[in-house]
């Protein structure tokens, strides 16, 4: 993987046209308008892309024919909501490759209107074992990781907490997050209980909305029309679906694997990083994945939260679009980290611009911890 | 009954590798699959050991005791088909024999001061319909 670093580059992403609630617009509409967005952030046309990189209901190859492309490669790696993170690496491999010349990553999802939203999957370990007793939703199935972390390091309700309120710091910033009123522990810890351990402020928002990321080779990311962000690292790995399966319950393998993957393909270091992003869809979640990438000690990952690391002017600024808490959370959230990362290294934030950011981390998980990817983000090569 | 009668879903779809354990707990018996090659015993039941990759698949019958895993307590419904009064607690059980399952913790207030994790528990046979039984737990020793 060595020698693939710092061989492409992110040179285009954005949102869709609007995100939020959405019940105007479709789940196929909100690719298009991400892509085109994108597309024209790169000062690219649509016409360029040969590489199409999607998860979730649509094929890359549905996309394709609405954009009126041709993709001479496709990857629909449907992983959960870090599919994205890992198909900037997969991008990558394939743009060296010379499989494509320009490759887009892209997300749409009415996961809050459902518009233009069909379910199907194999769902008969689920139906067998886990509905009858009354699971649903990821919140009955991310608290089991989350009680138990409680029991195993003496977590408290009061440090979950802490992320909510750090990561709403920042969308006050955002204007694009949804909500931006501050919040205290205490309004988190007085929020409708939903499912313990976790209240209605411990849980990602539910929206509709679509983003994609485009990339090209480091040759040819020198003449487009910003400032290109160089994949110098990246990483995946895959470890359960149920999460009775997971090995320790309280550490992810899955992420150990893939940041272990993309820090040695990077030649990084964890204290390099000016600027991490970690898939929010629950408190838990960023302080588990610290401690699983190794930035923390087992039971420590709420740490960065509490000490005030992780918020506007501290030291190690995490989740500074707002996250999936506070900022958007679609389903599959696992673009929005990489469209962030991307315009804090090109200076493009305003008032939550990170100063002097020049290394980023973006962390994502699919479904419960299941499935990992990591992306090393740099300004230069 | 018909299923919209019922406190909660169905299991479905009933898969073919899961036939033993469903039968067996209709017989108020939790059934194991365990590799005849090496001895590990795992669930949810598959035609492969996943850590032999022996396809020579036995089952046994679990001593139905265990401890409490992990737990979480459910304050709204979020399954219309799951009827069951909220709050309810929903259990992750470690069985003796080694495997994790998805479960009910019954027998005790659902309250996070009372539940513990590793707390001992034992199953209770739970019948929706005359082919399926639940295996649901309940605090070791009986519970209230």
């Not at chain 1, 009955?140 to 390091?153: A, L």
């Not at chain 1, 393909?265 to 000016?274: L, P």
Request: neutral net charge; charged residues 20%; glycine residues 10%.
């Amino acid at each position: 993987m060595r020698e693939l670093s710092n061989t492409a580059c992110i040179v285009g992403v954005d949102e869709s046209d609007e995100i939020g609630i959405l019940p105007h617009t479709s789940q196929l509409s909100l690719h298009l308008q991400a892509i085109t967005n994108a597309v024209r952030d790169a000062g690219l046309k649509v016409k360029d892309v040969d590489g199409i990189f999607t998860a979730g209901q649509h094929s890359p190859s549905l996309l394709g024919e609405a954009l009126g492309v041709t993709p001479r490669y496709v990857d629909g790696t449907t992983v959960g909501g870090c599919s994205f993170i890992m198909m900037v690496g997969h991008a990558v491999a394939a743009l060296h490759h010379g499989l494509c010349d320009v490759a887009v990553v892209s997300h749409g999802e009415s996961g809050r209107s459902g518009v233009g939203v069909t379910r199907s999957r194999d769902t008969s370990l689920s139906g067998q074992f886990e509905i009858p007793y009354g699971f649903a939703g990821a919140p009955t199935y991310f608290g089991m990781i989350t009680t138990r972390h409680m029991h195993e390091f003496g977590t408290t309700l009061e440090q979950w907490a802490q992320v909510a309120v750090s990561t709403r710091k920042w969308a006050a910033l955002n204007p694009k997050a949804r909500n931006r009123d501050p919040i205290t522990v205490q309004d988190v810890l007085n929020s409708r209980p939903v499912c313990y351990p976790f209240n209605l402020l411990n849980i990602c928002l539910v929206t509709d909305a679509g983003g994609a990321v485009v990339l090209t080779r480091a040759d040819r990311a020198r003449d487009c029309a910003k400032k290109p962000v160089y994949v110098r690292g990246a990483g995946e790995a895959t470890e359960h679906v149920m999460v009775t399966q997971m090995r320790d319950l309280t550490f992810s393998e899955a992420t150990r694997l893939s940041g272990e993957k993309a820090f040695t393909m990077a030649g990084v270091d964890r204290k390099d990083f000016n600027h991490i992003m970690l898939y929010d869809a629950f408190t838990s979640g960023p302080p588990i994945m610290l401690e699983s990438l190794g930035f923390a000690k087992r039971g420590e990952g709420v740490h960065f939260f509490e000490e005030g690391r992780s918020t506007p002017g501290g030291s190690l600024p995490i989740n500074t679009n707002g996250g999936g808490l506070s900022y958007t959370h679609t389903g599959m959230y696992g673009i929005f980290p990489i469209i962030e990362s991307t315009r804090q290294l090109r200076g493009e934030c305003g008032a939550r611009q990170v100063p002097n950011c020049r290394l980023s981390l973006v962390n994502g998980m699919g479904g419960m911890l299941s499935a990992a990817g990591t992306l090393v983000l740099a300004t230069e090569r | 009954m018909s299923p919209a009668e019922l406190e909660r879903p169905l299991p479905q779809p009933i898969t073919p590798e899961a036939k033993p354990y469903w039968d067996g707990l209709r017989e108020g018996k939790l059934m194991l699959p365990k590799c005849q090659d090496c001895g590990h015993c795992f669930f949810y039941p598959r035609i492969l050991c996943p850590r032999c990759s022996s396809r020579r698949i036995g089952w046994i019958q679990s001593s139905g005791r265990g401890r409490l895993f992990s737990f979480e307590i459910s304050h709204q419904p979020l399954n219309k088909a799951f009827k069951v009064k909220p709050p309810y607690v929903l259990a992750m059980v470690e069985l003796e024999e080694g495997p994790r399952l998805m479960s009910n913790l019954v027998g005790i207030a659902p309250d996070p001061k009372q539940i513990t994790c590793d707390m001992p528990v034992e199953v209770v046979y739970e019948k929706l319909t005359d082919e399926v039984t639940l295996p649901l737990f309940r605090p070791a020793g009986g519970g209230r």
